[in-house]
């Protein structure tokens, strides 16, 4: 009886003891569950902070480059202030230098009606007769357009660096006319490597570069093409700038010198006959660039102002119109850059 009521005993002690471990080994599968959720909590955590330190970094870096971006939107702002004022007061003189230049020649067509009207019908011989004088142009055509006689008095060529030789530079009536047409050709050089442009710089003398690729291209329609057109180019510009080589014959007009191409120098036309038009009118136009102004003795180049869109040498008003309103467009462009 004794020993049953033991065994009884011990057998819930048993059951009881086994209770407890199960209870005990879920309760360290949980800690341990837990303790796995606390960490990746804590390695998220430490993560977050890390973002938010590196966003505060940026956030720094981010409010400085705002503070410079508005010290240089202001001093640029400044800048283009003084240079619209610069503009305007080089666009007055020019306007003073024209008034100038064209009061004379009022005052002598006044005099002319009113002291000598016999003279009109002579004069308008005269001026026929200097019409009919043998064009120095290529190919018979007059190379100087009546565009690029409005500025002579006051023409100011600035040598090629690259080609380091020295060019005959124009007298000058004007010295502020003069020193204008330098400062604009210095700041044309600037910023006509960007392209696109319509007043920029003319290298007078060079050779047309595109009438050698389109004449190669038609002859070979293939990937030679473009090392043959070089290959060309860069023969003639040479041949071109030879001393030695002077396709002009001197004849005499009305009992004056004058040099004249000869259009029928061998090499030129040798030129036409292989490649065509394109190349020969190129070349000539390269000489007769050189011989308008004064290149011919050693074959330099010069920096022209030109008048894309129309072709032509461009003027001093059109120059400083068009560097003006590059200024009104990099103000606009400060201004929405400033709002943003």
Same mark, same amino acid.
């Given at each position: 009886? =004794?020993?049953?009521?033991?065994?009884?005993? =011990?057998?819930?002690?048993?059951? /009881?003891?086994?209770?407890?471990?199960?209870?005990? !080994?879920?309760?360290?599968?949980?800690?341990?569950?837990?303790?796995?959720?606390?960490?990746?909590?804590?390695?998220?955590?430490?993560?977050? *902070?890390?973002?938010? !330190?590196? +966003?505060?970094?940026?956030?720094?870096?981010? /409010?400085?480059?705002?503070?410079?971006?508005?010290?240089?939107?202001?001093?640029?702002?400044? $800048?283009?202030?003084?240079?619209?004022?610069?503009?305007?007061?080089?666009?007055?003189?020019?306007?003073?230098?024209?008034?100038?230049?064209? +009061?004379?020649?009022?005052?002598?067509?006044?005099?002319?009606?009113? #002291?000598?009207?016999?003279?009109? /019908?002579?004069?308008?011989?005269?001026?026929?007769?200097?019409?009919?004088?043998?064009?120095?142009?290529?190919?018979?055509?007059?190379?100087?357009?009546?565009?690029?006689?409005?500025?002579?008095?006051?023409?100011?060529?600035?040598?090629?660096?690259?080609?380091? *030789?020295?060019?005959?530079?124009?007298?000058?009536?004007?010295?502020?006319?003069?020193?204008? !047409?330098?400062?604009?050709?210095?700041?044309? +050089?600037?910023?006509?490597?960007?392209?696109?442009?319509?007043?920029?710089?003319?290298?007078?003398?060079?050779?047309? #570069?595109?009438?050698?690729?389109?004449?190669?291209?038609?002859?070979?329609? &293939? %990937?030679?093409?473009?090392?043959?057109?070089?290959?060309?180019?860069?023969?003639?510009?040479?041949?071109?700038?030879?001393?030695?080589?002077?396709?002009?014959?001197?004849?005499? #007009? $009305?009992?004056?010198?004058?040099? #004249?191409?000869?259009?029928?120098?061998?090499?030129? *036309?040798?030129?036409?006959?292989?490649?065509?038009?394109?190349?020969?009118?190129?070349?000539?136009? =390269?000489?007769? $660039?050189?011989?308008?102004?004064?290149?011919?003795?050693?074959?330099? &180049?010069?920096?022209?102002?030109?008048?894309?869109?129309?072709? !032509?040498?461009?003027?001093?008003?059109?120059? &400083?119109?068009?560097?003006?309103?590059?200024?009104?467009?990099? %103000?606009?462009?400060?201004?929405?850059? %400033?709002?943003?």
């Amino acid at each position: 009886m =004794a020993e049953g009521m033991a065994m009884a005993r =011990a057998g819930s002690l048993v059951s /009881k003891l086994e209770s407890k471990i199960c209870y005990h !080994r879920d309760a360290a599968l949980e800690y341990m569950e837990i303790k796995a959720v606390v960490g990746e909590v804590m390695e998220e955590k430490e993560m977050l *902070q890390q973002d938010y !330190r590196a +966003l505060k970094d940026e956030l720094e870096e981010a /409010k400085k480059t705002i503070v410079e971006v508005n010290k240089e939107l202001a001093a640029g702002s400044a $800048e283009t202030s003084l240079s619209k004022k610069e503009l305007e007061l080089v666009k007055k003189k020019l306007q003073d230098w024209e008034a100038k230049q064209n +009061l004379p020649e009022l005052l002598n067509c006044s005099a002319s009606e009113h #002291v000598q009207p016999s003279n009109s /019908k002579q004069g308008q011989k005269r001026s026929m007769r200097h019409q009919e004088v043998p064009s120095q142009g290529p190919l018979g055509i007059d190379a100087h357009k009546p565009d690029l006689a409005e500025e002579r008095p006051g023409s100011m060529l600035v040598n090629n660096p690259i080609v380091g *030789q020295t060019s005959v530079v124009p007298p000058s009536t004007d010295d502020d006319v003069v020193a204008l !047409r330098e400062h604009l050709i210095k700041q044309f +050089l600037e910023i006509d490597k960007y392209g696109g442009r319509i007043i920029g710089i003319k290298e007078m003398g060079k050779l047309n #570069v595109k009438a050698f690729e389109i004449a190669c291209a038609e002859k070979f329609r &293939t %990937t030679k093409a473009a090392d043959a057109s070089s290959k060309l180019y860069s023969l003639w510009q040479q041949r071109i700038t030879d001393v030695s080589w002077n396709p002009f014959n001197m004849v005499t #007009v $009305e009992g004056n010198h004058q040099e #004249v191409l000869n259009v029928n120098d061998d090499k030129l *036309q040798e030129l036409k006959k292989e490649w065509g038009e394109g190349p020969y009118k190129a070349v000539i136009n =390269a000489l007769m $660039e050189m011989k308008e102004y004064n290149c011919l003795g050693d074959r330099s &180049t010069v920096y022209e102002l030109w008048n894309y869109r129309a072709d !032509r040498k461009a003027t001093l008003t059109e120059c &400083t119109e068009y560097m003006a309103d590059r200024v009104q467009e990099l %103000t606009v462009v400060k201004r929405r850059k %400033t709002r943003r």
